[in-house]
């Protein structure tokens, strides 16, 4: 597991027995160049939190990139979203399923773990439901609460022979203050 140093926002790399995943693509050239530093031209998995740019703007080129190809994107659907690294990563989807082969799911919730492990890491899906994810952001949750782009964060808790190595948040701390510790159990 490589957290790549983006400044602002996130970007992590994880590599086991031959496969990639990448969990967020913050803006900036990091990415492309730890991938071009390492040879690698292939990624597994590409895993989106949430559209905030800080978190999807890299993804952008990424699929655009000559250099790499991703076979498959996971991210939720972000409907209010009017950001210019939305519209960007929207284009850049369907040029990388027309001319890569990408394939793109428009969830990223519980309902995949299990589904999709790296290697002997398994990669667990925290949150959003697929209850909340069905509603999304500016729709409510089944308890009525508001539903905001930071509130369907996908939260990734990533183990390794039942262990809990490290616990991805995105930024669904900053949104309701809802999930405690114990509906997660540890890290």
Known sequence: IVLLDVGHGSCTVLMDCGRMAVIDAASGVEL??????????????????????????GASSLLLSDDCIVEQLYVNTDT???????GELRSAIRYASERKGTRTHAELTSALTGTLDV??????VLAPSPED???????????????????????????????GIILLCADVFRALGRHTRGEWGDL
Request: charged share 25%; no cysteine.
């Open 119 to 124: 290697g002997t890491v398994q990669v667990e």
């Open 133 to 163: 994810a069905l509603s999304g952001p500016g729709g409510r949750d089944l308890a009525g609460r508001g539903i905001t782009s930071n509130a369907m964060s996908a939260v990734i808790r990533l183990r390794h022979e039942a262990q």
């Open 32 to 57: 492309l160049e730890f991938l071009r530093l390492r040879n690698i031209d292939r990624l597994h998995l590409l895993l989106l939190t949430h559209a905030d740019a800080d978190h999807i703007a």
């Open 80 to 86: 209010p979203r009017d950001s210019q690294a939305w």
